[in-house]
């Protein structure tokens, strides 16, 4: 039997090999905890290239990504990642607290961690996406949530499911550790996409990255 490189299955092989390879590539360069912004911004920008459309070699792709995000990548996570993780902390510690005011305020740490969450992911694709620099990334990072409040929604729900998801079904963390994470990464770059091309307003001072710049 003859098999056809070009064919639809050998290519949905392909891809599927290549999404495994990504998603371990990112989770290997994830380790150090402070390269989690680089890798991150990395992976989205593979991921909205393929939702673009522009198909490239996904794991090269990836990891000279990761060189040219290093440090804007970092700054996002040390400017909203890490606020926003010291938001959960607090969200945590208030609500394991009894009394009414106690809830309130791990209410609005909740929203706050929430509201976090989504302009740090926001930032790391406006560094992904967009050659600007970091402090103009940051401010459209922190307007974004606002002015697209249905997409945002979409935006912070993806990754949080997938957690709840392995959390409540530990069985698949195997899922997320082969494949689910890029998987994941692609579909926010769809939803990314959609927020991109709908809000030229605000990010229109940055100069979209070649989608084929350095290939």
Not at 42 to 55: I, K, P, Q, S
Not at 142 to 161: K, M, N, Q, S, W
């Amino acid at each position: 039997m003859r098999i056809d490189p070009d064919g639809r299955q050998v290519q949905g092989i392909s891809t599927f090999v290549l999404f495994v390879v990504l998603n371990v590539l990112y989770l290997v360069t994830c380790l150090p905890v402070v390269t989690v912004g680089a890798a991150t911004s990395a992976l989205l920008e593979v991921t909205l290239r393929y939702a673009d459309e522009e198909r490239g070699d996904l794991v090269r792709g990836y990891l000279r990504a990761l060189r040219t995000n290093l440090w804007r990548g970092t700054g996002v996570l040390l400017a909203l990642g890490v606020p926003t993780l010291m938001l959960v902390f607090s969200a945590v510690f208030w609500l394991n607290l009894g009394g009414l005011l106690t809830a309130v305020a791990g209410a609005l740490s909740v929203l706050a961690a929430t509201f976090g969450f989504a302009a740090t992911l926001y930032g790391f694709a406006l560094v992904a996406w967009f050659d600007a620099p970091l402090r103009r990334c940051l401010r459209n990072a922190l307007l974004l949530p606002l002015v697209e409040p249905a997409r945002t929604l979409g935006l912070v729900l993806l990754p949080v499911t997938g957690a709840c998801v392995v959390y409540l079904v530990p069985v698949t963390g195997f899922l997320a550790a082969t494949i689910g994470l890029s998987f994941g990464a692609y579909l926010l770059a769809l939803l990314l996409h959609g927020v991109f091309r709908r809000r030229r307003a605000d990010p229109s001072e940055l100069e979209p990255v070649s989608p084929h710049s350095g290939e």
